[in-house]
């Protein structure tokens, strides 16, 4: 039989547990994120039925590397969904039905966060995922980072001229970095919102955003600042992408706010350069 509560621990672990509810803290973690599709605890569920693909499905997205679990079945659904998306509307229902992703069903999300923005922006900005603030109200980058990203992009001019989406759908647990799994899954829809957006350029906000859709391993530090070419799974699309440093960032280190700055006006500079004809 287990031992019978003490009621003055009780007390202490319940006011422990409401000061943390206070600050925020609204899920259990590990000190290590769990990779659930490597343990093999999670099996994407089958696709559920819809109309005939009326797009083209590009092949399945090979392996990031050795040692990364195998996503192809996810990814392969992702793609079939992603394909039938004819519009934005069907591409945010579409991905609200999806559960081929683990963060679908991790309990930290409560809503799928598709995007915001002026459906034919010219700039489309990927962020990392959504946090607690953006899957209470579903919206991307709604939070203090997401102001802060406003209050940039306005002051550089590029309030109603963008798009702003995530690598992925569903707030990571406690807010940690989507792994390069999760990543790999949702990267369909992100490549099928740029087919139907069709921007002129991306902004990729954070490491985690730069290096996934990049390809690239290096830190942000090192890739932001300069055009670094992005090409969708299947090589049908590129677009040049500008890699910034991450919102939430700059809110703890201000002093690299200059940088972001200097960011946003290489990509505005860009943006505004009357086009050259061919
Ligand atoms: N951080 C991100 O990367 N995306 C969001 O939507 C919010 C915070």
Same mark, same amino acid.
């Given at each position: ?101 683990? $963060? @679908?069903?991790? +309990? ?6 598709? #995007?915001? &923005?002026?459906?034919?922006? *010219?700039? !489309? ?95 942000? $530090? @090192?890739?932001? +600042? ?6 969708? #799974?299947? &090589?049908?699309?590129?677009? *040049?992408? !500008? ?36």
């Amino acid at each position: 039989m287990p031992p019978a509560a003490d009621p003055a621990s009780r007390l202490y672990a319940e006011s422990l547990l409401a000061f943390w509810a206070e600050a925020g803290v609204d899920a259990m973690l590990l000190d290590e994120a769990v990779d659930r599709i490597e343990a093999g605890k999670f099996v994407p569920p089958p696709a559920p039925t819809r109309p005939a693909p009326t797009a083209t499905v590009s092949p399945i997205r090979p392996i990031a590397g050795a040692g990364q679990p195998d996503v192809s079945g996810a990814v392969a659904q992702a793609q079939a969904l992603a394909a039938q998306a004819e519009t934005l509307d069907q591409l945010a229902a579409l991905i609200a039905d999806f559960e081929g992703c683990p $963060l @679908s069903s991790e +309990g930290a999300a409560t809503q799928a966060v598709f #995007a915001r &923005g002026a459906p034919d922006a *010219p700039v !489309m900005v990927i962020g990392e995922g959504p946090g607690a603030d953006e899957d209470r109200q579903g919206a991307p980058f709604v939070g203090r980072a997401g102001q802060l990203l406003d209050r940039m992009l306005g002051a550089a001019g590029l309030t109603g001229r963008v798009f702003i989406t995530n690598t992925v759908f569903w707030r990571p647990p406690g807010n940690r970095t989507p792994t390069p799994a999760e990543q790999t899954i949702c990267a369909p829809f992100v490549e099928r919102a740029v087919q139907l957006v069709k921007p002129r350029m991306l902004l990729l906000v954070g490491g985690a955003s730069a290096k996934s859709m990049l390809k690239r391993d290096e830190g942000i $530090l @090192s890739l932001r +600042g300069r055009w670094i070419e992005w090409r969708s #799974a299947d &090589g049908s699309l590129e677009l *040049p992408a !500008m890699p910034t440093l991450h919102p939430a960032f700059l809110l703890r280190q201000p002093a690299a706010k200059k940088r972001a700055w200097a960011d946003l006006l290489t990509l505005t500079e860009r943006l505004d350069r009357p086009e050259r004809p061919e």
